[in-house]
């Protein structure tokens, strides 16, 4: 089953980039110094900020569906994405190198269906899985840890 891996769309974000910090803290963000090879991934590129840039950490609705699954949370985007990841059947290396991600399944009307932990190295079975069944509209990765969403999966 083929499948297309999606970063957060840019320009909503663009706006934020370069902002003072007290003009970031109006939006509810904060700008964050990266200081680890790991553990700063950015949910436009879908890769992880390196040492020395710069990440807005801000709260963001990644599951608008009116569900009681409607959902927000913490991510990181970075100041230096230029262009929204999207792949078809590559896993991106900021969803690879993860431990432990939580990929949750839902439907037409944003009801999950579905959910599994899987390490961001065993991935592909586990879409194949859920998108074998016939209900699963698109999918969400969610960091296991601090359940931050990481990206979004749809058949392609």
């Given amino acids: ?3 297309i891996v999606s970063g957060l769309p840019l320009e909503p974000f ?22 680890a090879d790991v553990g700063f991934p ?3 590129t879908l890769e992880d900020a390196r040492v020395g840039e710069t990440v807005l950490l801000l709260n ?17 985007v970075s100041e230096q994405a230029r262009e929204t990841h999207r792949a078809v059947d590559e896993i991106p290396n900021a969803l690879k190198v993860r431990k ?3 990929l949750r399944a839902f439907d037409e009307r944003g009801m999950m269906v ?8 065993a991935l592909e ?9 016939d209900q699963v509209a698109y999918i969400h990765a969610h960091n296991a840890g601090r ?6 999966i749809d058949r392609a």
Avoid: K, N
């Fill in 60 to 76: 963001y609705e990644h599951q608008s569906a009116d569900t009681p699954y409607r959902s927000r949370h913490a991510i990181f």
């Fill in 42 to 44: 950015c949910r436009v």
């Fill in 125 to 133: 079975p586990v879409i194949a899985r859920m998108f074998a069944q």
């Fill in 14 to 35: 663009r706006p934020l980039f370069g902002l003072s910090d007290e003009a970031l803290a109006e939006h509810g963000a904060i700008r964050c110094a990266v200081d």
């Fill in 1 to 3: 089953m083929s499948y």
């Fill in 114 to 121: 579905d959910a599994e932990i899987v390490s961001g190295d």
């Fill in 147 to 152: 359940g931050c969403y990481a990206a979004r």
């Fill in 100 to 102: 432990a991600l939580s």
